[in-house]
């Protein structure tokens, strides 16, 4: 497996596919080599049966002594024989290899992706880094594979039949020499069409792969409001771009074989015509024997020029395929944690000073000029209209996102000078919309901490207000939530979230609408709840409905991304501004 901070974290950058290929197997270097020695000497009966075919009729034709053709096929036999356990040999070495490169691969992958911004995220599509996980891995495992079988029988049989005739018909030589150049230049002719294809083709798959995830996950919507025929004629827009990118690439490669059997049956012919007539007229000692040898071979080559040709369009995808992989790879847009201060405690004091930041592209700031002091155990609730900056200031406080302008203090250090992988361990986060896993709710809420106490969970869940309604279910904590937990109602997905936060005893609460799928009943039960676990935490609330952020310590009123005003609830009402405004707004 690659290390989080492997070479394939870095190795990657824009050089050819073939060269990483090469860099992505460098652990299994020995075994390729035996493996290829396995299949050169499994392979010995397909070129040498030629051979002992020529021998066997000249020994018959010209009455030759049967020792000669006896020997032939006694090493025949052998080689036949040895071809199963040279046989398993290659598949151990060569289908591990790819195995193993792969699973490699698809572990840089997640790991990459680990460490790629939030930012990063928001703009690439999931469905497209999955499929770059499952389909591209799996395209690379099967273009070396293939390239295995078919490319290694072929240069075998190239190689074998070659040598014979150099010393059987050493005359025949130049001729089927003619044919490896005349093919390599028809490959170099085409592999750059081939390439543009194979990624126009990819790239509609990939928007394929995002329509379809979309359509998925927007059917309860689509279902709601009649919209299945709009949703249906996005989805085939694709699907016709995906046709039309599939059938140039097949009419291609169509095109492209065609051309190719043309080319090497036409050589054939004329080497069949050419040995026959040197046979018939007793030209540079070509016997009976020699001819079937020199068709065979003839044959054979034309069949194994022609697999290498086929092959082309399998590798041009596995390299496209590794290009596509390397898109994550190469990605400049990490979390920069290395070589910076790890966190070992946190108290909870956090110092915005000047703070700004601004979204690549973005015409403007989403948070401008932010100055606050929090105190350790203190909560701060921040309001204001949509687009007031209060997420992406949650996003700085959890350090998915780092000012562009100012700076943010922990306990009295930089955020930007410290490991935040090691702060987020002091960080628990509720956000707006619950987010489960298919699992149990024992595995939900204890997510990432093995072992933890049966009693943990459910004192989390009775602090969540959850545990009533766990109880209820009829397998209780094994209760199996579904996907996305589709079988537990909104308000009952929001306090496993609550729980599954509230177990880590965080020293930092991030509560992003924490309470807005929850129904009146629900919203009091957990607010009650919050109110005896916020005690000796900084916590930082987000909330829609004003009546839920009351008891704050401190209202933090946001506009535009600048703080319009701070202060407690009443503070706030007396005062007559933006929140009582807003207040107002809320209960009329």
């Not at 025949?172 to 081939?194: D, H, I, Q």
């Not at 847009?333 to 946190?346: F, I, P, R, S």
């Not at 919309?433 to 939900?444: A, D, Q, V």
Request: hydrophobic content about 45%.
């Amino acid at each position: 497996m690659a290390s989080p901070h492997g070479p394939l974290d870095h190795r990657y950058r824009g050089e050819h596919p073939i060269r990483t290929l090469a860099y992505l197997f460098r652990h299994d270097r020995g075994r390729l080599a035996l493996a290829v020695l396995a299949f050169m000497v499994k392979h010995t009966p397909i070129w040498l049966t030629p051979l002992v075919t020529a021998q066997v009729i000249d020994v018959i034709v010209q009455h030759r002594p049967l020792s000669g053709m006896l020997l032939g096929t006694a090493v025949l036999l052998l080689m036949l024989v040895l071809n199963y356990p040279f046989h398993l040999l290659y598949v151990r070495c060569w289908y591990g290899s790819a195995r193993r490169t792969g699973t490699r691969l698809r572990s840089a992958l997640c790991q990459r992706m680990q460490q790629l911004s939030i930012g990063y995220h928001t703009k690439v599509n999931s469905a497209v880094l999955q499929t770059k996980v499952i389909r591209d891995v799996e395209a690379i495992e099967q273009a070396v594979q293939q390239t295995g079988d078919m490319g290694l029988s072929a240069l075998a049989t190239l190689l074998g039949a070659l040598v014979v005739i150099a010393v059987q018909a050493p005359s025949f030589l130049p001729v089927f020499l003619v044919v490896v150049p005349a093919t390599s230049a028809l490959v170099m002719w085409l592999r750059g069409r081939l390439r543009e294809s194979n990624e126009s083709f990819r790239q509609e798959v990939e928007q394929l792969s995002s329509r379809v995830t979309e359509m998925t996950t927007l059917i309860p919507i689509t279902r709601a409001h009649g919209l299945e025929s709009t949703a249906l004629r996005r989805v085939d827009g694709t699907l016709s771009q995906v046709l039309t990118a599939g059938l140039r690439l097949d009419r291609l490669n169509g095109r492209f074989g065609s051309l190719a059997w043309i080319v090497l049956n036409v050589l054939g012919t004329c080497c069949l015509l050419g040995s026959a007539l040197a046979a018939y007229h007793g030209w540079l000692g070509v016997t009976p024997g020699d001819v079937v040898m020199l068709t065979t071979y003839f044959s054979a080559l034309t069949a194994a020029v022609t697999t290498l040709l086929s092959l082309t369009p399998v590798v041009s995808k596995g390299l496209e395929s590794v290009r596509s992989v390397g898109e994550v790879l190469q990605a400049p847009d990490l979390e920069q944690n290395a070589g910076k201060t790890e966190v070992a405690a946190v108290r909870g004091r956090v110092d915005f000073e000047a703070v700004g930041f601004a979204y690549d592209d973005a015409a403007d700031h989403s948070v401008r000029d932010f100055s606050l002091s929090v105190r350790p155990g203190e909560t701060i609730a921040l309001v204001g209209t949509s687009g007031a900056g209060k997420s992406t200031l949650l996003n700085l406080v959890i350090g998915f996102l780092r000012p562009t302008e100012g700076r943010i203090l922990l306990d009295g250090a930089d955020m930007e000078s410290l490991d935040l992988r090691s702060y987020r361990r002091f960080v628990s986060v509720v956000p707006q919309e619950s987010i489960l896993f298919e699992g149990t709710i024992r595995e939900n809420v204890g997510y990432g901490m093995p072992g933890v106490p049966e009693e943990a969970v459910r004192e989390a869940l009775r602090a969540a207000n959850a545990l009533e309604f766990v109880e209820r279910l009829p397998a209780g904590l094994a209760t199996v939530v579904g996907e996305r937990g589709a079988r537990l109602s909104g308000g009952q997905k929001q306090r496993l979230a609550i729980a599954r936060a509230l177990i880590r005893d965080p020293r930092v609460l991030v509560l992003d609408e924490a309470t807005s799928a929850l129904d009146s009943r629900s919203e009091a039960l957990v607010q009650q709840a919050l109110e005896r676990l916020v005690r000796n935490r900084t916590v930082f609330v987000v909330a829609h409905r004003l009546s839920t952020i009351r008891n704050a310590d401190r209202i933090v009123v946001m506009d535009g991304g600048r703080i319009t005003e701070v202060g407690s609830h009443e503070q706030l009402l007396r005062a007559g501004g933006p929140y009582a405004a807003l207040r107002s707004a809320q209960t009329a």
